[in-house]
């Protein structure tokens, strides 16, 4: 595996998620994730006990591949960032351990003034340096 700043991608990566033009969103997926690259994130409570609730053994949610990346950055943009109600920022500097980058993040609510959220990721890299499995856990 190439030698990695884990500071640079962690900042690529937060980047990504407040990024208004689409087709550097798309540029920057296929820059940071491997072709089959997974994004797979723990849903809040409430919808993780429903799925429970429903009989799902496990109440994940996952984006496989470029194409489902790229329309899950998108939606959260869509959601959270245009309307210019929030955005992404690194909370906690980056670690890395091998082939794991982990860091926490948060959503800053601009007409607040305040953080209202945010969550920890553990990026497991390829041996390119690109993201195979990323796994989010918001608070």
């Known amino acids: 595996m190439p030698a ?9 990566y937060i980047g990504l998620w407040n990024e208004p033009d689409p087709e550097t969103r798309r540029k920057t997926v296929h820059a940071l994730w491997a072709e089959d690259g997974q994004h797979i994130l723990l849903p809040p409570q409430q919808m993780h006990d429903q799925a429970v609730g429903l009989g799902f053994t ?3 949610l996952e984006a496989r591949g470029h194409d489902e990346l790229h329309a899950r950055v998108t939606r959260a943009y869509e959601e959270f960032v245009a309307p210019g109600t929030y955005e992404f ?3 906690e500097a980056p670690r890395q351990l091998r082939d794991v980058i982990t860091f926490r993040w948060e959503s800053f609510h601009r007409k607040e003034g305040q953080v209202t959220g945010g969550g ?3 990026l497991v890299l390829d041996d390119t340096g690109r993201i195979r ?3 989010q856990f918001p608070d």
């Not at 990695?4 to 690529?12: C, E, M, P, W």
Request: charged residues 35%; without cysteine.
């Open 133 to 135: 499995f990323d796994y």
């Open 4 to 12: 990695i700043d884990a500071q640079d991608l962690a900042a690529r």
């Open 120 to 122: 920890r990721d553990f």
């Open 58 to 60: 496990s109440a994940a």
């Open 89 to 91: 920022r690194i909370q």
